[in-house]
């Protein structure tokens, strides 16, 4: 089991590590940085964190995701409905992946919602350490010897003005396709279609999350843990549309930071924020046109979103074509 599970649940990573690399590597676009040390690039990739390639509507192509993470959701008496896609927030070209059977539906809804909008690039400065330290300083020589050997040295000295999160973040990444973040791409795909734009949480909110979770320790617990690498098995079991394995990997307290913190982790970054959500949700169903798009692991096990909207009377059905 391990930890890296906890990070995939965090839209605002992936961007937000995106732009503090910019700022601490100004001549090289954050995303050659990242693919150069990490992994090969994406034949596409945005040449901003903030201003991805978007279409309105997907070219053809062959969709991957035979069983997406796509509900419909309907109230008993009010006539109040609307969708739920559980995205994958790196990896995963919603372009050419997500089915036409989707697309149809995403591009006639009138409103999107996703878990923050973290467009403001004040929030990239977050992600950065005080001037008085540095990341070798935070995690120790032993840690930095280890993260460099994950990352290449290249890498490792980008990060070193950075928070542990950052880092976290770029190991939980460089196992994975270089992409436009789903999230990401829905919210330039509404914004072209001029869809009305809302957000769960603010970027701030997810930032502090991060920051307080993804700390030296649990940094050194992903560099020293020889299974820290299920980033590509989550992936396959996203794609492949699989509730249970999902749930077997990510609903572990084991998978979200050592036996002391994992199980206060899990319902801080997932239990809590999904409960928070639900009043968000029922109001944004109520005007019967949204789409809102999450981490996926909301969406599974006993306290997920879908499961809380059941309890509140709520017809959800999974659809696939």
């Known amino acids: 089991m391990t930890y890296r599970s906890l990070y995939m649940l965090m839209f605002s990573a992936v961007l937000l590590v995106s732009a503090s690399c910019k700022k601490a590597e100004k001549e090289k676009p954050a995303s050659e940085s990242i693919a150069k040390d990490a992994a090969p690039p994406a034949k596409e990739v945005a040449n901003d964190a903030n201003t991805p390639i978007v279409k309105e509507k997907p070219e053809e192509a062959t969709a991957t995701l035979l069983h997406p993470f796509f509900y419909k ?17 790196m990896g995963v070209d919603a372009e050419k992946e997500l089915p036409s059977y989707v697309w149809d539906i995403i591009n006639d809804t009138k409103i999107l919602a996703v878990e923050a909008d973290i467009s403001d690039p004040s929030l990239a400065m977050g ?7 540095n990341l070798r300083k935070e995690i120790g020589e032993e840690t930095w010897k280890l993260l460099e050997k994950a990352l290449g040295e290249q890498m490792a000295n980008m990060l070193m003005p950075m928070k542990p999160a950052a880092a976290a973040a770029i190991l939980a990444m460089k196992d994975l396709p270089k992409t436009i973040p789903m999230d990401m791409f829905l919210l330039n795909n509404a914004r072209t279609r001029e869809a009305e734009l809302s957000y769960l949480e603010t970027g701030k909110f997810q930032l502090d999350l991060l920051t307080k979770v993804m700390t030296a320790d649990y940094l050194g617990e992903i560099l020293r843990d020889p299974d820290a690498s299920d980033s590509a098995k989550l992936l396959q079991v996203y794609r492949d549309g699989d509730e249970k394995a999902l749930a077997e990997l990510m609903l572990d307290p084991k998978a979200w930071g050592s036996t002391k913190k994992g199980k206060a982790n899990m319902d801080m970054m997932l239990y809590s924020r999904n409960r928070d959500w639900i009043p968000k949700l029922e109001a944004l169903f109520a005007k ?14 006993i306290n997920s979103v879908v499961e809380l909207l059941k309890q509140k009377g709520y017809k959800v059905t999974r659809i696939s074509e």
């Not at 009010?78 to 969708?83: E, I």
């Not at 992600?127 to 330290?133: A, E, F, R, S, V």
Request: aromatic letters at 2%.
């Open 73 to 89: 959701i309907e109230g008993d008496d009010d006539g109040a409905m609307g969708y739920l896609l559980g995205t994958m927030h």
């Open 127 to 133: 992600m950065m350490l005080p001037k008085d330290t």
């Open 288 to 301: 019967k046109t949204a789409l809102i798009a999450v981490g996926a692991a909301h969406l599974i096990g």
